[in-house]
């Protein structure tokens, strides 16, 4: 009777444990916070990683920093001019809005992007220029234990209106954005 009462006791045991595991279920509250990590920013064979925040909150994820060094390159297209006209540009600040949707596993918090244009006004030789970068998000992202993912292209780049070309569009991967 002993054996019986012992193996019942560890059976209780084991299944009180297991359930203390359990995690408690993904809300799409729970993507909002601050968050930092790499952007990953690739044009052509060209790949740059710079280390940024983000912050979540009302369905917006807005950079503190968003890298535009290749931006303004593709619009100057000299190493010197840029980096003069990024001491210029200082901080550039981007708002990119997300629909969360808790994915069908109830694990992770699916994030559609609709990217807005980036509006910077660059100093081009001599003369400060409205710069208008064209983003779009081919693919959605995600948010799971507290590691958010994103992507978007810059397809396009005008200048005072009059589109860059040839452009190569550049790639903004968030790889794992870790929440504080």
Known sequence: MKKKAT???LL?????????DDPAPIKVEDVQGDYTGKVITTQGT????????ATAKNNVLTFSELPVRQLVLSVLKD???TDAALKTIGKVKYELNYTPKVNAGNTAVDLTF?????EVTVPVEGANKKVVVTFEAKSAGSYKN???KADMEAV???????????????VYSIPSFTKK
């Open 79 to 81: 190493s010197v001019k």
């Open 12 to 20: 209780f045991l084991g299944l009180i444990a297991c359930d203390k």
């Open 146 to 148: 507290k590691v958010l």
């Open 114 to 118: 609709a990217p807005k244009a980036l």
């Open 46 to 53: 060209k790949k740059v990683e710079t280390s940024t925040g």
């Open 7 to 9: 193996l019942i006791a």
């Open 156 to 170: 396009k780049i005008t200048v005072d209106g009059t589109q860059v070309t040839p452009f190569d569009k550049i």
